[in-house]
């Protein structure tokens, strides 16, 4: 099969199209012919080798769309011919991928697989960060940091359908009012707005962080009694100001969470809750996959540059023959 690989670390340079075994599914494993993969930010801190060991060979990708090609000894749900987007560890910028048949998710009737691939790892991510853990009810206010990001289209929309209010920042008017368009009550380009002012109104519950750095005293001064801040990465700096005295005069929580070194059995239970809870809103249109571009697979290089840019809005895909 032809799979787009991580010869060294370094640069978006570094990923070449190769020739590579095909994978065999093991028991519980379902073969996926790829149709679809979706571009994540992670796929490009792991191609620096930032999760630690040599990504040298490895294949990134963490969400996939396709056809189920195999099925592995002790797969119950899942035939062949079946139409199903995953969860991967890795590997998804391949013609094929073997995954653990309870990470797959059926492909809406009404998406194609080039929708259905964008939804996998911005879902799952969403709906565990902030409903499963930080509790986000119905009539409170989120903000969310990257309101055009991948995550952020996804949690704007998920909020609006359960009955919350989103606030987003984003770095563009343009973005702002896709943010808008998608449901948020405000959105505020932070390159002209101090959101901290603008929102200091407000009364945050919950906030989405994929940010850092300087914006944390500010989260910290946004959020109301109760509030919960749930980091999900750290672009503009790891290190941040905490005033202790705030968190305890307002009780707030503070979490951070990473996906993809779950074990298994969390992950699957985590999408059997999203089958049952959210993908019924992509059949009524509550939810809409956001897909900026696409890329064949030959331009892995190119859909991660345009990533590491910022400059879309929404899912960057790659398509598979």
Not at 217 to 223: E, F, H, I, Q, W
Not at 268 to 294: C, F, H, S
Request: hydrophobic share 40%.
């Amino acid at each position: 099969m032809k799979a787009s690989s991580i010869t060294r670390p370094g640069d978006s340079s570094v990923l070449h199209l190769q020739e590579r075994s095909t994978p065999q599914p093991a028991s519980g494993q379902v073969l996926i012919r790829v149709r679809a993969a979706g571009v994540n930010r992670s796929d490009i801190h792991q191609r620096q080798g930032g999760y630690g060991p040599d990504p040298t060979g490895q294949i990134p990708g963490l969400e996939v769309a396709g056809v189920v090609e195999q099925c592995g000894p002790n797969v119950s749900r899942w035939q062949i011919g079946d139409a199903v987007c995953a969860l991967l560890r890795e590997g998804g910028y391949a013609e094929y991928v073997a995954v653990d048949e309870r990470h797959c998710l059926p492909v809406p009737s009404n998406l194609t697989f080039v929708e259905a691939a964008s939804l996998p790892e911005t879902i799952l991510t969403v709906w565990s960060t902030i409903f499963q853990w930080a509790h986000l009810t119905k009539g409170e206010n989120l903000l969310v940091h990257g309101g055009s990001s991948g995550i952020g289209v996804t949690a704007i929309q998920l909020a609006k359908a359960f009955g919350a209010n989103a606030y987003a920042t984003a770095g563009s008017d343009e973005k702002c009012a896709a943010c808008e368009q998608l449901g948020a009550v405000k959105c505020v380009n932070y390159k002209r707005e101090d959101f901290e002012q603008v929102l200091s109104g407000v009364g945050i519950n919950v906030i989405l962080d994929m940010v850092g750095g300087d914006y944390t005293p500010k989260n910290l001064r946004l959020l109301a009694t109760d509030g919960r801040l749930m980091f999900i990465n750290s672009m503009q700096g790891a290190d941040s100001q905490i005033h202790i005295p705030t968190l305890m005069q307002k009780r707030i929580t503070i979490g951070g969470s990473m996906l993809k070194p779950r074990n298994d059995n969390f992950k699957a239970a985590l999408t059997a809750d999203v089958e049952q809870n959210v993908w019924p809103l992509l059949a009524d249109g509550q939810l809409k996959p956001i897909v900026y571009r696409t890329f064949p697979l030959s331009e892995a290089v190119q859909a991660q540059e345009l990533m590491a840019s910022s400059e879309h809005i929404g899912k960057i895909v790659l398509e598979i023959s």
